[in-house]
């Protein structure tokens, strides 16, 4: 037997599409409690089409069979192909976990599967032609269905290929009464796909009484079976009992790619010996079948993208179980160096674990905090201040969402802040000395001050823990003094100057008044002549030169300033003290002295202090001399 092939040319006109009916099933296995569960999602995606894909005539093939069906024919005929069909692809979802972790402040330890069940694509053939045997001519048209088994939903690419074989027509050629021959043509369509698509895609929610566990998102399988971990936590501020929803929005699925067509023939004879009715007719013998494979093929077509889509499902993974745990906390260090009037920083730490503080996690705490001296604060962690020293003592009630709490008792060792004294006086004071002596740093700066009133006490002034400290104290005489300072604290701290405060004490010309002298001959540590018969010579004034009357004793004022005028009669006419001078004496330091009439005059710029030499006498004869020891102003 031979064969002729002929070209042949097909026509694209429209695309492809597959159809299903969808029937969605929701399953679950029941556990016992404390053991794993699954509930199933069922998901039957499909889609539908009807699209033609080629339909052309052709002239085909000359086929010849020997003895004994002796066929020498043509076979003229068309074909067209149209994917007008349904397309069925079962998925299922198979959610896993533990119901005991379905419990308020637990982490679901859910796991999304999903698996892609059996499916199949179908295709639609209508051939038509006609034959010319043992001088019959033939005509034919025929359509029949074809599924392609395990093609139709690739995840990501797939092939496919199946064989269907349809018979065309068969007639009788040889009949002589009580046996005859009945002869058969088919047509051998193999349709192959080659098909990729996008995977599967759900918008998956997962709520606990109407609330997001997770926010919501889409899912996207590219692969069967595929696991996603869908672990969630529960939060403690859904109520208990409410029931936890998985759901799965409208699942979708896109499938794109080609089809080709192989095209072959087959003849087959049977002889028969008619029998009498209704018994069958008996079957002698069968030649062939002879196939022809191949006779032509199509080139890939590409179809248009198929849609398949199953609607939402959803399902109860149970009801929400209470919490049964308290807040798992401890106090935190606390510190043993607080004192009175300072904050004291205080917490609570988490001993549950990995550290937690609850189940139901720290955003939903609450944390109430009271102290023994009425205060109270609220937070994770605090800061009070004791007024006073002293063991002190309190709680804190840790409270979760449920309403499950914790108490915490304890106690805070607070010492007495400690004083901090400094010297404070100036370097040089009259012998009746009244002012500041030292400044107190109390490290509690909301202590009270206290003293006891008299005179040979000191007085304390300040706040914030900042404080000066005056005194007041007359001298008998002049010269360099320590001067000590002691503080006690109620609580029991103290604090004593050390060193001592240095103060030089100093007077003026006894009874009243004082001597003078240059301002350019009184720097500290110059030896000075304050009064004689040469005091104009030896005296230098920045202002000019001094009267030669002028002998170095201003008798007004009775008491030298700073800024102030002084006067004076000339010589010793003034007259100055009969002495003896003070040790330590305060000496005006002139830039300027002026003769008028009967008065000399000057300004005080400046006041030293000078340590006296012996040999004064009140007449200009005997100098009063000294060396410069201070500034007093």
């Not at 409410?242 to 089809?259: I, R």
């Not at 917490?347 to 139901?360: E, M, Y």
């Amino acid at each position: 037997m031979t064969a002729r092939r002929t070209p042949f040319y097909c026509r694209l006109e429209n695309a492809v599409a597959i159809g299903a009916a969808i029937v969605a099933v929701l399953l679950s296995t029941g556990t016992a409690f404390g053991a794993p569960v699954t509930k199933t999602l069922n998901f039957p995606l499909s889609g539908n089409s009807s699209t033609n894909i080629f339909n052309e005539s052709f002239s085909c093939c000359h086929i010849v069979v020997g003895d004994p069906l002796d066929i020498d024919t043509d076979i003229h005929g068309g074909i067209a192909l149209d994917m007008a069909t349904t397309a069925n692809a079962g998925t299922h979802n198979d959610l896993t976990f533990t119901d005991t972790n379905l419990r308020q402040g637990s982490t679901l330890d859910l796991t999304n599967t999903f698996t892609r069940d059996s499916q199949s694509l179908g295709v639609d053939y209508t051939l038509s032609g006609e034959l010319s045997v043992f001088g019959f001519d033939l005509n034919y048209s025929h359509t029949e269905g074809d599924t392609v088994a395990n093609c139709g939903l690739p995840l990501l690419t797939e092939g496919c290929s199946d064989t269907k074989s349809i018979t065309l027509f068969s007639f009788t050629p040889i009949d002589i009464g009580v046996a005859y021959l009945q002869v058969s043509f088919n047509a051998n369509i193999t349709t192959s796909a080659s098909i990729n698509g996008d995977g599967v895609t759900s918008h998956r929610t997962l709520a606990a009484g109407g609330s997001d566990v997770v926010s919501p998102a889409d899912l996207t399988f590219t692969s069967t079976p595929e696991a996603k971990d869908e672990s969630a936590h529960l939060a403690c501020t859904v109520a208990a009992g409410q029931p936890v929803n998985y759901a799965m929005g409208t699942e979708s699925s896109h499938v794109n790619g080609t089809v080709s067509e192989g095209f072959g023939v087959a003849v087959q004879g049977d002889a028969y010996i008619r029998d009498v009715p209704p018994l069958p007719d008996i079957h002698l013998f069968t030649v062939g079948p002879f196939d022809i494979p191949n006779v032509f093929t199509l080139p890939p077509v590409t179809f248009n993208t198929i849609s398949l889509s199953a609607p939402a499902q959803n399902v109860d993974l149970g009801n929400l179980l209470p919490n049964e745990t308290a807040p798992t906390v401890g106090m935190d260090t606390i510190p043993t160096d607080g004192t009175e009037g300072n904050p004291i920083q205080l917490g609570v730490t988490g001993t549950g674990p990995g550290g937690s503080l609850s189940p139901c996690g720290t955003d939903g705490l609450t944390f109430d905090w009271t102290f023994d001296d009425g205060g109270t604060a609220s937070g994770l962690s605090v800061q009070h201040t004791f007024a006073e020293e002293g063991t002190h003592t309190g709680h804190v009630v840790v409270t979760d969402p449920t309403g499950l709490s914790t108490t915490l008792d304890f106690t805070v060792p607070v010492a007495d802040a400690p004083l901090t004294l400094s010297c404070a006086t100036s370097p040089v004071s009259p012998q009746a000395f009244n002012g500041q002596v030292a400044n107190l740093h109390d490290g509690n700066p909301a202590a009270p001050l206290s003293g006891d009133g008299s005179t040979s006490s000191g007085t304390v002034s300040g706040g914030g823990g900042d404080y000066s400290i005056a005194g007041a104290h007359t001298y008998a005489s002049t010269g360099y003094y320590d001067v000590s300072v002691h503080v006690d604290d109620e609580g029991g701290s103290s604090a004593t100057t050390d060193p001592a405060c240095t103060l030089l004490i100093l007077a003026f010309a006894p009874g009243g008044g004082a001597f003078v002298a240059g301002d350019r001959s009184a720097g500290n540590g110059d030896t000075v002549t304050f009064w004689g018969a040469q005091w104009a010579k030896l005296n230098l004034l920045s202002g000019g030169v001094a009267p030669a009357s002028f002998k170095g004793y201003a008798k007004s004022p009775a008491t030298p300033t700073c800024g102030v005028t002084w006067n004076t009669d000339p010589g010793n006419s003034a007259p100055p003290p009969t002495g003896p001078l003070p040790a330590y004496m305060g000496v005006i330091a002139t830039d300027s002295a002026q003769k008028n009439g009967m008065q000399i005059s000057g300004t005080t710029p400046h006041i030293v202090v000078v340590q006296t030499n012996p040999g004064y006498a009140p007449d200009p004869g005997h100098a009063g001399t000294g060396i410069v020891v201070a500034p007093v102003c």
